[in-house]
């Protein structure tokens, strides 16, 4: 495939190396030949090992665990194609580690996530590529251009193909996640309930109220990032409580932390349903009530459709 201003090529960080492989697949090209490695004191070192001058050049790193050393990769990764006169470099980062940390949560707190814009920016990135964000004011954060892409379509093509819509509500884990919701259950043409939550502290939530009537539907829990699954857990067994029949989740990014694929198996969920944004742990695999499905498709048409210059929000007209 090629740009329309000179050739594409695709670079990948170790974050996700099978993701890469199959975005590479859906575009027609080989990845591009690097080395991405560590000295022994666990300095990155990275060494381009082809001819970039001129290239589209397209980084595919998720920033997930280990956080701080994926990041690493990404700026490396950048600042070698940079010294190697790449035309353009676009940071595709399925998934944006440190999102959460998107305003001053407290005094004498950090805004995290525009530290890390500020550090993708200042390495030499052109333009960046990410998958549900947290939350959308954080694309602000850049000051250079930044497509949001969204797993919602292909949610939307697997709940039909697995659900009797006639009864199926969609329910957002949070008052905080009703848009994200609310999104998809007019997609879909169903009902919608929030489970009502108090945080006590991070990384547990206690479930409070069910807002609106779920007994006799199959209950579908919507939501960005699920982490240690306290929350998914706690909302199952509280549509359970109020009469719910099942509940099964669709999450973008299976963060999944600690024990808590071990969580989600013995939990009242159905399924979770999570993409490969981020690669998953052997537990993931093992757990019996979690599936993966692949955004490799979206992303390889969307950079096709970045480097042609054509337009990526009508992916999800």
Do not use: W
């Not at 329309?4 to 090529?9: C, D, E, L, Q, T």
């Not at 080395?35 to 970039?52: G, S």
């Not at 525009?114 to 333009?127: P, Q, T, Y």
């Amino acid at each position: 495939m090629s740009a329309k201003n000179g050739s594409i090529k695709l670079v990948a960080g170790n974050s996700n190396p099978v993701l890469a492989q199959d975005i590479a697949k859906g575009l027609g090209i080989e990845l591009t030949k690097a080395v991405v490695r560590r000295f022994a004191d666990m300095e990155i070192f990275v060494e381009i090992q082809e001819n970039v001058r001129g290239s589209d050049m397209f980084i595919l790193q998720s920033t997930s665990y280990p956080a701080n050393d994926n990041l690493m990769e990404l700026l490396i990764i950048t600042d070698a194609l940079r010294r190697a006169s790449a035309r353009r470099i676009t940071a595709v980062v399925p998934y944006f580690g440190y999102a959460r940390q998107d305003r001053k949560s407290g005094s004498r707190t950090p805004i995290s996530a525009k530290l890390v814009a500020n550090l993708i920016s200042r390495a030499g990135v052109d333009r960046v590529m990410t998958l549900d964000l947290h939350a959308g004011q954080i694309q602000g954060f850049f000051d250079i251009p930044t497509d949001n892409l969204f797993a919602a379509p292909l949610m939307v093509r697997d709940i039909r193909d697995r659900f009797d819509l006639a009864k199926a509500m969609v329910v957002s884990p949070d008052v905080g996640g009703v848009a994200r919701a609310r999104g998809l259950a007019k997609r879909i043409n169903t009902p919608l309930a929030i489970v009502d939550k108090r945080r006590e502290r991070p990384g547990e939530s206690e479930v409070m109220n069910v807002i609106g009537d779920v007994a006799g539907y199959n209950c579908i829990l919507v939501d960005d990032i699920v982490d240690s699954g306290g929350t998914l857990v706690n909302a199952a067994e509280a549509l359970i409580a109020h009469g719910a029949k099942e509940v099964s989740a669709y999450i973008t990014h299976g963060v999944l932390s600690g024990g808590a694929a071990a969580r989600i198996a013995s939990s009242r969920l159905k399924e979770l349903v999570i993409t490969d944004s981020i690669l998953p742990t052997d537990a993931v695999n093992k757990a019996p009530n979690i599936r993966t499905i692949s955004i490799a498709g979206l992303i390889a048409e969307a950079i096709g459709r970045t480097a042609a210059e054509e337009s990526v929000s009508s992916l999800f007209d």
